[in-house]
T-cell receptor, first 118, second 113 residues
Framework: GAVVSQHPSRVICKSGTSVKIECRSL??????MFWYRQFPKQSLMLMAT?????????EQGVEKDKFLINHASLTLSTLTVTSAHPEDSSFYIC??????????????FGDGTRLSIL | AQTVTQSQPEMSVQEAETVTLSCTYDTSESDYYLFWYKQPPSRQMILVIR??????QNATENRFSVNFQKAAKSFSLKISDSQLGDAAMYFCALIQGAQKLVFGQGTRLTINP
């Protein structure tokens, strides 16, 4: 079964709305989670690394004030797209690594969130 | 910096035939891990196979196998006896240390019945 749960799976909202996406690790405590963005027919691009109890690490070119990340517990990270606009429409995917496993063990991915801004 | 390159945007194969997807990468580290992920239309990311760089033996998972050439920094995926359910985007990925996954551009695989 799924070990990482992502919610919601689909969001359609008006321009200017803020949207929150949740990523939960179900079977383990994740000190680190990752947020990716995927445009149609393109690869996954890492947006930020979410660290439990500390600030997220953002990739170059990702606006920190636009994409707010909170990792307040060992099983939950949230991505909030603030004042979303049509250009923010995309597929967002989270992943988490079980720290109890070695790094040769793959990250577990959520099922993704399709965000559409009208 | 790590890079992963998939030079085949699209590939197609007849059902039951064999197809090979190419991947090359670049890293300055000697200890790293390589993965192939499958992303079907549902857009779930499904791990297909993994390879530890320190292992010389090529990884195999049922119909899926890799050709890992460390000196050439090449990591191709072979799918034998292709099935309709194998149709998907395939991403090659690399990780080193406790760092982030780096993905290739992806290859869209079509299976012709």
């Amino acid at each position: 079964g799924a070990v990482v749960s992502q919610h919601p799976s689909r969001v359609i909202c008006k321009s200017g709305t803020s949207v929150k996406i949740e990523c939960r690790s179900l079977d383990f405590q994740a000190t680190t989670m990752f947020w990716y963005r995927q445009f149609p027919k393109q690869s996954l691009m890492l947006m930020a690394t979410s660290n439990e109890g500390s600030k997220a690490t953002y990739e170059q070119g990702v606006e920190k004030d636009k994409f707010l990340i909170n990792h307040a517990s060992l099983t939950l990270s949230t991505l909030t797209v603030t004042s979303a606009h049509p250009e923010d429409s995309s597929f967002y995917i989270c992943s988490a690594r079980d720290p109890g496993q070695g790094i040769n063990q793959p990250q577990h991915f959520g099922d993704g969130t399709r965000l559409s801004i009208l | 910096a790590q890079t992963v390159t998939q030079s085949q945007p699209e590939m197609s194969v007849q059902e039951a035939e064999t197809v090979t997807l190419s991947c090359t990468y670049d890293t300055s580290e000697s200890d790293y891990y390589l993965f192939w992920y499958k992303q079907p239309p549902s857009r779930q990311m499904i791990l297909v196979i993994r390879q530890e760089a320190y292992k010389q033996q090529n990884a195999t998972e049922n119909r899926f196998s890799v050709n890992f050439q460390k000196a050439a920094k090449s990591f191709s995926l072979k799918i034998s006896d292709s099935q309709l359910g194998d149709a998907a985007m395939y991403f090659c990925a690399l990780i080193q240390g406790a760092q982030k996954l780096v993905f290739g551009q992806g290859t869209r695989l079509t299976i012709n019945p």
